[in-house]
Nanobody, 126 residues
Framework: QVQLVESGGGLVQAGGSLRLSCAAS????????MGWFRQAPGKERAFVAS????????LYADSVKGRATISRDNAKNTVYLQLNSMNPDDTAVYYC???????????????????WGQGTQVTVSS
């Protein structure tokens, strides 16, 4: 059974940085798609970034492009999300997600992912 555990959230001042981690267990992830999503209070869960485990290809939401880096560590079965130049709009619960297959053009769609972590809270103070 695939399990995802996020960590690294917390309180950060505007302009600061955080690195979130997603530790994956229970399977070999070489063929997986891994995504980060976030959900702010009263809003839908939104795509942040994704990485294809096999070849490392990445995709970013416009809201974080240029400020975020998603990466993976094969040896540790861990996916990271580095967020820089953070602002209060980045405040949300951040979720890690995994998928074995993704329909073409839908890598940013939350319904394509079938395994989710419990989330980690990120709060950016102004």
């Amino acid at each position: 059974q695939v399990q995802l555990v996020e960590s690294g959230g917390g309180l950060v001042q505007a302009g600061g940085s955080l690195r979130l981690s997603c530790a994956a267990s229970g399977h070999t992830f070489s063929g997986y798609y891994m995504g980060w999503f976030r959900q702010a209070p009263g809003k839908e869960r939104a795509f942040v970034a994704s990485i294809t485990w096999s070849d490392g290809s990445t995709l970013y939401a416009d809201s974080v492009k240029g400020r975020a880096t998603i990466s993976r560590d094969n040896a540790k079965n861990t996916v990271y999300l580095q967020l820089n130049s953070m602002n209060p709009d980045d405040t949300a619960v951040y979720y890690c997600a995994a998928a074995t297959t993704i329909s073409p053009g839908r890598i940013g769609v939350k319904y394509e992912y079938d395994t989710w972590g419990q989330g980690t809270q990120v709060t950016v103070s102004s």
